[in-house]
Every structure is written in structure tokens, then in C-alpha cells.
């Protein structure tokens, strides 16, 4: 008898409706190397698909993982792409949590479930916190301590708390976990581009953070640096030096208002 044809491994691409699912799959539709593409999201993505086949999930619904797991199987996915988290934390936090946390854990229940060979996660540089005695360079071997500030940042950490533990319960596959500083760019829209778009712009009184940016190209660039190739571990991604929040927004041509700290909660 015929040996058995096994169906072509795939790229699979978890959140593409923001800006770096969309930016990755259009370079993936574009590009003639990559064959098996397929899109999973609550909604279908925002451009047209030639070659990338969609599936309508919603990682709020329970048993999510199950049903994911069933898609990684039947298209043979060889590496999974999360980007279903958002570059803005949204205005409802449990709806937020349901996405992140409870989300990302169906995603590595689903990807332990269907051995993928390689995850891609996008996360943050934000998931370090803003502390006084951070260092001006925040190196990946340092804890984040985001959660203590910010519900949306403790999701967050908890969803990368669950792709080391898939990655402990599947030590064969590769993990890479891109976390960039602030990301500028035509198509970005974020509460920090929202910050700076302002004419005035409100800073507090003897307070002038360094602050790194990154160009969103350069964010695609290197997830997909990530798929091409086999790089394991967290990875910060910045541009080189920094700049005081001062020197940006004089750059930026906007009015700087300096407030006093009576009445701010301190950190």
C-alpha cells in the first residue's frame, strides 16, 4: 500500500485584528515562502485573504482550548503566533482579563494538546512596572513587576507565566517571547500614542522619566525573524539609547504642564 501523505505543517496566527497580527499576516500573505497560513480571532481580519485560511474562535468561551486544540491537530500546526494581546488595555477589565489571562491559558493548554513545535508571544517591556529604583536599562533577566500596578499588566504577566509552563511541560518546544518598549508608528494606536498626540501634555513636577521607543516595522521584523528562525527565550526590544519625556515633548512641538504631586497617589 501507498504510504500515508501527511498534510504540510502550518503557520498559525492566534489575534489578527490589532496591529501586530495584522502586520504579520500581511507579510505572510505577501510573501511566496509561506504556503499554510491560517488565522484564528473572533472576527474575521480586516483585509483580504488569498492564501490564509480563517477559523471564527472566541478564547472567552469555555472549552476554547479544546476546540483550538482540534484546529492545531487537523492543520498540522508547527508554529503558533499569539498575538491576542492588545497594545491598549481595554476599558472593561474582566472581558480584559477573560482575554489575556484566561485566554493565553486555552492557547498553551491547546498548544500542549497538539505538540507544537514552536510559540511566538507578543508581550511588553511595560510587564517590568514603572519603579523609581528600576534601572535605566532593564535587562530580560529581571522580574516584572507590572502586576503590582496595573490589572491589565497582571494579565499580562500571568499569560507569560503559562507559556513558561507549557514550555517546562514541553521541553522539546521553543519559546520566544518578544517584549517591546513603546511602539510608534502610522497605523499604532495606543493609549501612550493617545499620551503624546495631545497639544498639552501633563507631566508631574520633578518627575522626567528616559524613556525608549520602537518603530512598529521594526516589531514585525522581528517577530517574524522569530518564525523564520529558532530562538528561544525573552527578548526586549527597543531603539538604541534614551530620552527624557521632556525632550520628547519639546521635540514633539507640544506644550509641557507640570503639575505639583499634591493629590497623585505615589507608587
Not at 482579563?97 to 507544537?116: D, M, P, Q, T, W
Amino acid at each position: 500500500m501507498p504510504a500515508k501523505k501527511s498534510k504540510p505543517k502550518s503557520i498559525v496566527i492566534i489575534g489578527t485584528r490589532g496591529f501586530r497580527g495584522r502586520s504579520i499576516l500581511k507579510q505572510l500573505e505577501t510573501s511566496s515562502k509561506y504556503k499554510n497560513i491560517i488565522a484564528i480571532d473572533y472576527r474575521k481580519p480586516r483585509m483580504t485573504l488569498k492564501k490564509t485560511k480563517f477559523y471564527k474562535l472566541d478564547l472567552t468561551e469555555a472549552l476554547a482550548d479544546a476546540t483550538l486544540a482540534d484546529i492545531l491537530k487537523t492543520e498540522n500546526c508547527d508554529t503558533l503566533i499569539h498575538t491576542a494581546i492588545p497594545v491598549t488595555p481595554p476599558h472593561n477589565e474582566s472581558q480584559s482579563h477573560e482575554v489575556i489571562a484566561i485566554g493565553s491559558y486555552y492557547i498553551f493548554n491547546a498548544c500542549h494538546a497538539a505538540k507544537v513545535r514552536k510559540v511566538v508571544m507578543a508581550s511588553t517591556t511595560d510587564t517590568y512596572g514603572a519603579y523609581p529604583n528600576n534601572p535605566n536599562f532593564l535587562t530580560e533577566d529581571m522580574a516584572t513587576r507590572g502586576q503590582r500596578q496595573s490589572r491589565y499588566l497582571k494579565d499580562i504577566v500571568d499569560a507569560e507565566n503559562q507559556a513558561h509552563k507549557f514550555q517546562k511541560k514541553n521541553p522539546k518546544s521553543i519559546l520566544t517571547i518578544i517584549r517591546p518598549c513603546t511602539i510608534l508608528g502610522p497605523t499604532i494606536q495606543s493609549y501612550k500614542t493617545k499620551y503624546f498626540s495631545r497639544p498639552v501634555i501633563v507631566t508631574m513636577l520633578g518627575f522626567d522619566p528616559l524613556i525608549q521607543f520602537i518603530h512598529e516595522d521594526d516589531v514585525t521584523g522581528a517577530l517574524m525573524k522569530a518564525i523564520d528562525e529558532n530562538h528561544p527565550g525573552v527578548f526586549n526590544l527597543a531603539g538604541d539609547g534614551v530620552i527624557p519625556l521632556s525632550k520628547v515633548i519639546e521635540i514633539s512641538g507640544k506644550l509641557n504642564l507640570k503639575l505639583t504631586q499634591i493629590g497623585f497617589k505615589s507608587m
